[in-house]
């Protein structure tokens, strides 16, 4: 079960860089760097989860040895990640906006004065 | 513990910036109280960092401060954690010192820009990052340190995004950065995975035994983040466009500050994390990075015409001296190639800064356009000269007293290990400080001397303000380069110390006989670094240029009729003072930055134009190539580790 | 006191001998006689051999003109920087048994200060804003790249020979290199360094930039290039450097390779009985004559017979020459002297 999180992640990954790599177009490059994003969010989650575990929600003296849950500290990295992969974003996304006003253009092949 | 301890600085050194960066947001409308809290939090910054030399650099101290004091129990670090040593101390100095260089000339050199609000804002914040990832002594902190720094250098590539270039040079970046930032992430989970911690000292006390796919993999991972951190070869030519669209506030900073950060997570990674560089073809792997690194961009560099462009491509080119010598794995080369990493924050930063000057009064960067401005700027010109010189060198500036220590460090590395190859990257090193020197040959030629352009009548010196930061880099390059001693005893050697002390660096955090605890007879114990053979170079010679250089100031101004030569005075033959232009008459005949060197490019035409077609501009290309520098060392991690 | 007594030993070394009055002396006699062989070799009569001394005085004594486009300090200081050193580098170079300062690894310092004379002449070109300048730095520059890397490799392979023989692994010390070959004989005896000195012959025209490497500074198509503008003294200064120059690369030639004579005369004073300080003032003298005497051959071996044979060759076959043949030469040598031959 575990194991088919960590093949979609990877998929996802993969995904993404072949996005980035073979797509011309800004957006779809954008939309790449997110599914990037999100494979990698996929194992951190799936890192921190134990068959049978309960949520990781205790109030004072209710954690016990026997307490099985699963690991918190994934879904608090999570969360971090998926609000900085949201600003990246949001500012690749201006920087997308920018390009297209100068530019007139959103392919890749075209907005290379940069070179050499 | 008083707030007033030492044991606090580090966190204070970081709250700083923050705090500047957000009151800059709450009250920062009026230039003034702006520029005073900008100087204010770096300076605090700064100073925290230098109260800290005594005790960590000379008392040989690690501090392990712990947020909220939430120490280790039961063997587990769940809290998070700052961690000083040596090592991070040192990259500390340089980092809030090239912070406050760049606020003070940033007072003058964006007085014209709007949004300097944001500007401030994001500056802050850029080095709140970096200092945070290079004293965070947890993983996870390191990446969220890494993504601020890279989302904060992106936006403030972008800042003028009229300028040409801008905006393409923070896209190619953010896609680029974004895979490496991506890449470290990936590589801390999965080291949390197989550790379940993501405190840095105890998983450099669980990691190094304990090597399985996964964590080879996860190691591939951080290394290639941290390359593109660092923008060496396959990643520089994201420097090249970001530098050079930046203002030269920001490629200071991105130039001196964000690739050390690269640099000191390679080293961190390499030699404490996971214990790799007593292996052979670990060494191997830097060093060839290294001198691939030095080598191609110093020819890039050559076929540039832009000004901060061709600075960006140097700036990778010296820090393939600085992973060559920490790639030695000797006591030497690393304390060679930290003393370098130093040095070249101080002379690029100066260099960059010159750059700026040139464009707040010209408003071009194109070296075919500028010429002459010596006359104009003679200020900026001297500070530019000693950069020039400390880069590619010359004694008795910084650049010479380290880059002859690396020279030293490669060549008893070859004669220790009996490995032709480790000669072969001296002479690499050789014959790039020499390309080095002719490249800023030719940015002199082409910008401070040769003939003044017309429209370049009227061009003035810069504020006083530009000077004083540009001028507080010069010193430091000469200082450097004259006490060579001082700064190996007081800085390198500590932190080369701590860089073999990865024992300490686990005890520290982790509480007295961890490291011992845990990895048994594998526990790196702090090993004796014999500095002996650490050669420095004394300044006795250039002492004694000085001397007879004034000696023969004196004799050739005694004996000649320089006095009564002055320009223009008495110029009754008409023509006199003109330049000789074959009698003809004289017309404006700049030698163009492209003409230079002709004799060099036409035999190499063949890889300067293969050079030029492999940097595409295109980002997919740069991607792809990410994507490779990723296969490969996925592929040599699975080999080799 | 001692202090006192250490300054003035070193007033004397800067001054008088290895520095300035040997060198204007003996670099300039060089240069006539490098003038006066080439003469012969193309049946002309040729100047007096004192003929530099008299074009240096003259240069000395006429005005200097300083064009209005020109950076007048970079302009006028240029030249002196360079020839100042020039003698720093002179301070270094081992004249057989005597040494003004010795270094750990001076060979690096050397290679550094080499570079200095060149970038003065570039930077004083530069700042002259003339357009002959800015093709003729473009030209020097390249010349100076040229030359380096054979010049590294050779320096390097003879570190490499005599660090082994001392057991270090490696010299980068020329006083101790010249100290070994006293003891145990020239270097040139070596096969490895035979190849090296072969090497180091064809690096020195190009590092003085004499004919047919001179393209930064020819005078029939670009007007002396870097030199266009300048006159008077600063000019003067310039043509000593030059002279001085050849005296530098032909003493550390013979410092490289033909070191063991100093032994020999050590060897020879002791035969004839004489020891303790009359016999070291005595052998520094020996030394001095012979080193000109050496330098001299040197200079009409690989500076004279290439100028009268050859004509000027085009910047990008010089690049060329030195980084295919020179260079195969001293990898050559290299590769023998790692292998212990």
Same mark, same amino acid.
């Given at each position: 079960m575990i194991t088919f999180n960590y093949l979609a992640s990877f998929f996802l990954i993969v995904l993404g +860089?072949?996005?980035?790599?073979?797509?011309?177009?800004?957006?779809?490059?954008?939309?790449?760097?997110?599914i990037m994003d999100y494979g990698v969010n996929l194992l951190i989650i799936s890192v921190g989860f134990n068959p049978g575990g309960?949520a990781p929600?205790?109030?004072?003296?209710?954690?016990?040895?026997?307490?099985?849950f699963v690991d918190p500290i994934p879904q608090a990295l999570t969360l971090?990640s998926i609000? +900085?992969g949201?600003?990246?974003?949001?500012?690749?996304?201006?920087?997308? +906006?920018?390009?297209?006003?100068?530019?007139?253009?959103?392919?890749?092949?075209?907005?290379?004065?940069?070179?050499? | 513990?008083?707030?007033?301890?030492?044991? *606090?600085?580090?966190?204070?050194?970081?709250?700083?910036?923050?705090?500047?960066?957000?009151?800059?947001?709450?009250?920062?409308?009026?230039?003034?109280?702006?520029?005073?809290?900008?100087?204010?939090?770096?300076?605090?910054?700064?100073?925290?960092?230098?109260?800290?030399?005594?005790?960590?650099?000379?008392?040989?101290?690690?501090?392990?401060?712990?947020?909220?004091?939430?120490?280790?129990?039961?063997?587990?670090?769940?809290?998070?954690?700052?961690?000083?040593?040596?090592?991070?101390?040192?990259?500390?100095?340089?980092?809030?010192?090239?912070?406050?260089?760049?606020?003070?000339?940033?007072?003058?050199?964006?007085? *014209?820009?709007?949004?300097?609000?944001?500007?401030?804002?994001?500056?802050?914040?850029?080095?709140?990052?970096?200092?945070?990832?290079?004293?965070?002594?947890?993983?996870?902190?390191?990446?969220?340190?890494?993504?601020?720094?890279?989302?904060?250098?992106?936006?403030?590539?972008?800042?003028?995004?009229?300028?040409?270039?801008?905006?393409?040079?923070?896209?190619?970046?953010?896609?680029?950065?974004?895979?490496?930032?991506t890449?470290?992430l990936a590589g801390v989970i999965i080291l949390y995975a197989q550790?379940h911690?993501?405190?840095?000292?105890?998983?450099?006390?669980?990691?190094?035994?304990?090597?399985?796919t996964a964590?080879?993999v996860a /190691?591939?991972?951080?290394?290639?983040?941290?390359?593109?951190?660092?923008?060496?070869?396959?990643?520089?030519?994201?420097?090249?466009?970001?530098?050079?669209?930046?203002?030269?506030?920001?490629?200071?900073?991105?130039?001196?500050?964000?690739?050390?950060?690269?640099?000191?997570?390679?080293?961190?990674?390499?030699?404490?994390?996971?214990?790799?560089?007593?292996?052979?073809?670990?060494?191997?792997?830097?060093?060839?990075?290294?001198?691939?690194?030095?080598?191609?961009?110093?020819?890039?560099?050559?076929?540039?015409?832009?000004?901060?462009?061709?600075?960006?491509?140097?700036?990778?080119?010296?820090?393939?001296?600085?992973?060559?010598?920490?790639?030695?794995?000797?006591?030497?080369?690393?304390?060679?190639?930290?003393?370098?990493?130093?040095?070249?924050?101080? /002379?690029?930063?100066?260099?960059?800064?010159?750059?700026?000057?040139?464009? *707040?009064?010209?408003?071009?960067?194109?070296?075919?356009?500028?010429?002459?401005?010596?006359?104009?700027?003679?200020?900026?010109?001297?500070?530019?000269?000693?950069?020039?010189?400390?880069?590619?060198?010359?004694?008795?500036?910084?650049? /010479?007293?380290?880059?002859?220590?690396?020279?030293?460090?490669?060549?008893?590395?070859?004669?220790?290990?009996?490995?032709?190859?480790?000669?072969?990257?001296?002479?690499?090193?050789?014959?790039?400080?020499?390309?080095?020197?002719?490249?800023?040959?030719?940015?002199?030629?082409?910008?401070? /001397?040769?003939?003044?352009?017309?429209?370049?009548?009227?061009?003035?010196?810069?504020?006083?303000?530009?000077?004083?930061?540009?001028?507080?880099?010069?010193?430091?390059?000469?200082?450097?380069?004259?006490?060579?001693?001082?700064?190996?005893?007081?800085?390198?050697?500590?932190?080369?110390?701590?860089?073999?002390?990865?024992?300490?660096?686990?005890?520290?955090?982790?509480?007295?006989?961890?490291?011992?605890?845990?990895?048994?007879?594998?526990?790196?114990?702090?090993?004796?670094?014999?500095?002996?053979?650490?050669?420095?170079?004394?300044?006795?010679?250039?002492?004694?240029?000085?001397?007879?250089?004034?000696?023969?100031?004196?004799?050739?101004?005694?004996?000649?009729?320089?006095?009564?030569?002055?320009?223009?005075?008495?110029?009754?033959?008409?023509?006199?003072?003109?330049?000789?232009?074959?009698?003809?008459?004289?017309?404006?005949?700049?030698?163009?930055?492209?003409?230079?060197?002709?004799?060099?490019?036409?035999?190499?035409?063949?890889?300067?134009?293969?050079?030029?077609?492999? *940097?595409?501009?295109?980002?997919?290309?740069?991607?792809?190539?990410?994507?490779?520098?990723?296969?490969?060392?996925?592929?040599?991690?699975?080999?080799?580790? | 006191?001692?202090?006192?007594?250490?300054?003035?030993?070193?007033?004397?070394?800067?001054?008088?001998?290895?520095?300035?009055?040997?060198?204007?002396?003996?670099?300039?006699?060089?240069?006539?006689?490098?003038?006066?062989?080439?003469?012969?070799?193309?049946?002309?009569?040729?100047?007096?051999?004192?003929?530099?001394?008299?074009?240096?005085? %003259?240069?000395?004594?006429?005005?200097?003109?300083?064009?209005?486009?020109?950076?007048?300090?970079?302009?006028?200081?240029?030249?002196?920087?360079?020839?100042?050193?020039?003698?720093?580098?002179?301070?270094?170079?081992?004249?057989?048994?005597?040494?003004?300062?010795?270094?750990?690894?001076?060979?690096?310092?050397?290679?550094?200060?080499?570079?200095?004379?060149?970038?003065?002449?570039?930077?004083?070109?530069?700042?002259?804003?003339?357009?002959?300048?800015?093709?003729?730095?473009?030209?020097?520059?390249?010349?100076?790249?040229?030359?380096?890397?054979?010049?590294?490799?050779?320096?390097?392979?003879?570190? %490499?020979?005599?660090?082994?023989?001392?057991?270090?692994?490696?010299?980068?010390?020329?006083?101790?290199?010249?100290?070994?070959?006293?003891?145990?004989?020239?270097?040139?005896?070596?096969?490895?360094?035979?190849?090296?000195?072969?090497?180091?012959?064809?690096?020195?025209?190009?590092?003085?930039?004499?004919?047919?490497?001179?393209?930064?500074?020819?005078?029939?198509?670009?007007?002396?290039?870097?030199?266009?503008?300048?006159?008077?003294?600063?000019?003067?200064?310039?043509?000593?450097?030059?002279?001085?120059?050849?005296?530098?690369?032909?003493?550390?030639?013979?410092?490289?390779?033909?070191?063991?004579?100093?032994?020999?005369?050590?060897?020879?004073?002791?035969?004839?009985?004489?020891?303790?300080?009359?016999?070291?003032?005595?052998?520094?003298?020996?030394?001095?004559?012979?080193?000109?005497?050496?330098?001299?051959?040197?200079?009409?071996?690989?500076?004279?017979?290439?100028?009268?044979?050859?004509?000027?060759?085009?910047?990008?076959?010089?690049?060329?020459?030195?980084?295919?043949?020179?260079?195969?030469?001293?990898?050559?040598?290299?590769?023998?002297?790692?292998?212990?031959?």
């Amino acid at each position: 079960m575990i194991t088919f999180n960590y093949l979609a992640s990877f998929f996802l990954i993969v995904l993404g +860089i072949y996005t980035i790599v073979v797509k011309y177009n800004l957006v779809k490059t954008v939309i790449g760097m997110c599914i990037m994003d999100y494979g990698v969010n996929l194992l951190i989650i799936s890192v921190g989860f134990n068959p049978g575990g309960t949520a990781p929600i205790f109030t004072e003296g209710e954690l016990t040895a026997a307490s099985y849950f699963v690991d918190p500290i994934p879904q608090a990295l999570t969360l971090t990640s998926i609000v +900085i992969g949201a600003c990246v974003t949001a500012m690749t996304l201006a920087l997308v +906006i920018k390009l297209e006003e100068s530019y007139e253009t959103l392919d890749t092949r075209e907005i290379r004065r940069l070179r050499g | 513990m008083s707030i007033f301890s030492y044991q *606090h600085f580090p966190v204070y050194a970081i709250m700083v910036l923050f705090l500047g960066a957000f009151l800059i947001a709450a009250i920062g409308r009026k230039a003034p109280v702006r520029h005073c809290l900008a100087v204010l939090a770096s300076g605090a910054s700064l100073a925290f960092m230098i109260a800290l030399i005594q005790p960590v650099m000379l008392g040989g101290e690690i501090i392990a401060y712990w947020m909220g004091n939430r120490v280790p129990a039961g063997g587990y670090a769940i809290g998070i954690a700052l961690e000083v040593d040596a090592l991070g101390l040192f990259f500390g100095l340089v980092v809030t010192l090239a912070l406050f260089a760049s606020v003070i000339y940033s007072i003058r050199y964006m007085a *014209h820009d709007d949004n300097q609000e944001q500007y401030y804002i994001l500056l802050l914040v850029l080095i709140g990052g970096v200092l945070g990832l290079i004293l965070s002594g947890d993983m996870f902190n390191m990446y969220i340190m890494v993504e601020i720094m890279t989302i904060s250098a992106v936006a403030l590539t972008a800042f003028r995004h009229k300028v040409f270039g801008a905006l393409e040079a923070a896209f190619k970046y953010m896609v680029v950065g974004g895979i490496g930032s991506t890449c470290i992430l990936a590589g801390v989970i999965i080291l949390y995975a197989q550790a379940h911690t993501l405190n840095f000292a105890q998983l450099a006390a669980l990691i190094p035994g304990n090597l399985n796919t996964a964590t080879k993999v996860a /190691f591939a991972l951080l290394f290639i983040g941290f390359s593109t951190k660092a923008f060496i070869v396959p990643f520089h030519p994201l420097a090249a466009d970001a530098h050079g669209a930046a203002p030269a506030s920001i490629s200071l900073l991105i130039s001196g500050v964000l690739t050390k950060s690269g640099v000191y997570g390679l080293i961190r990674l390499t030699y404490v994390l996971f214990q790799t560089m007593n292996l052979g073809t670990m060494q191997f792997w830097l060093v060839f990075i290294g001198s691939v690194s030095m080598f191609v961009c110093v020819t890039m560099a050559l076929a540039q015409h832009d000004f901060k462009r061709l600075l960006a491509f140097h700036s990778i080119s010296q820090i393939g001296y600085v992973l060559s010598a920490v790639g030695l794995c000797t006591a030497m080369g690393i304390s060679s190639g930290l003393y370098h990493a130093m040095n070249h924050t101080l /002379f690029k930063g100066l260099l960059f800064l010159a750059a700026g000057a040139v464009l *707040h009064e010209t408003g071009t960067t194109d070296l075919d356009k500028l010429g002459g401005l010596s006359k104009k700027m003679p200020h900026t010109t001297v500070l530019f000269l000693i950069g020039a010189a400390s880069i590619s060198g010359i004694p008795p500036f910084n650049g /010479f007293a380290s880059k002859w220590m690396v020279y030293q460090a490669t060549y008893m590395k070859a004669v220790e290990s009996g490995n032709i190859g480790f000669l072969l990257v001296t002479i690499i090193a050789l014959v790039t400080s020499t390309l080095t020197l002719a490249s800023f040959v030719k940015v002199t030629q082409s910008v401070f /001397f040769g003939q003044l352009p017309k429209e370049y009548e009227n061009v003035k010196e810069v504020p006083f303000g530009m000077r004083l930061a540009m001028g507080i880099l010069a010193l430091l390059c000469v200082l450097t380069g004259l006490f060579p001693g001082l700064v190996t005893t007081y800085l390198t050697e500590p932190a080369t110390r701590a860089v073999f002390n990865a024992g300490g660096y686990i005890n520290a955090m982790m509480g007295s006989g961890y490291a011992e605890s845990v990895m048994g007879a594998n526990a790196p114990a702090a090993q004796a670094v014999n500095f002996a053979e650490v050669g420095v170079w004394s300044p006795i010679s250039w002492l004694c240029i000085l001397m007879i250089a004034l000696l023969a100031i004196c004799i050739v101004a005694l004996s000649s009729k320089y006095d009564r030569v002055s320009e223009n005075q008495g110029a009754k033959v008409e023509g006199k003072y003109d330049l000789f232009f074959g009698g003809e008459r004289s017309v404006y005949s700049q030698v163009g930055g492209d003409d230079l060197f002709w004799g060099f490019k036409h035999n190499w035409r063949h890889y300067f134009g293969f050079m030029h077609e492999l *940097h595409s501009g295109v980002v997919n290309d740069y991607a792809l190539w990410a994507v490779v520098a990723l296969a490969l060392a996925l592929l040599y991690a699975m080999i080799v580790l | 006191m001692s202090l006192v007594m250490d300054a003035i030993k070193y007033l004397v070394y800067i001054l008088v001998f290895p520095g300035f009055l040997f060198c204007f002396l003996s670099g300039l006699l060089l240069c006539g006689i490098d003038r006066k062989i080439v003469a012969r070799m193309q049946k002309r009569v040729g100047p007096p051999v004192l003929q530099p001394f008299y074009d240096f005085f %003259k240069l000395c004594g006429k005005e200097t003109i300083v064009p209005a486009a020109a950076s007048r300090t970079t302009f006028l200081l240029a030249p002196l920087v360079g020839l100042a050193a020039l003698v720093v580098i002179q301070l270094f170079i081992p004249v057989f048994n005597f040494s003004a300062f010795s270094g750990v690894a001076d060979i690096i310092v050397i290679l550094y200060l080499l570079l200095i004379p060149a970038l003065s002449i570039i930077m004083g070109g530069a700042a002259s804003g003339s357009p002959y300048a800015g093709v003729g730095l473009s030209r020097e520059m390249v010349t100076i790249i040229s030359v380096e890397l054979p010049l590294v490799l050779v320096l390097l392979a003879v570190g %490499k020979v005599v660090g082994n023989a001392m057991g270090t692994g490696l010299c980068f010390s020329l006083t101790q290199i010249v100290a070994w070959q006293a003891e145990h004989g020239s270097l040139i005896a070596t096969p490895s360094m035979i190849v090296a000195a072969i090497a180091m012959l064809m690096v020195i025209p190009g590092e003085t930039g004499n004919h047919p490497f001179d393209a930064a500074e020819a005078e029939t198509e670009i007007c002396e290039g870097m030199l266009a503008e300048y006159s008077g003294a600063p000019l003067g200064v310039y043509k000593l450097s030059h002279a001085v120059k050849m005296l530098t690369m032909t003493s550390l030639f013979v410092a490289l390779f033909l070191g063991g004579i100093g032994g020999g005369i050590d060897r020879m004073l002791l035969s004839w009985g004489l020891t303790g300080g009359a016999a070291g003032v005595i052998a520094v003298l020996i030394g001095i004559v012979v080193l000109f005497v050496l330098c001299a051959i040197i200079t009409i071996i690989s500076i004279s017979l290439i100028h009268a044979a050859t004509a000027r060759l085009r910047i990008e076959q010089i690049f060329k020459y030195y980084w295919t043949v020179v260079t195969g030469l001293a990898v050559i040598s290299l590769v023998l002297a790692w292998y212990g031959m």
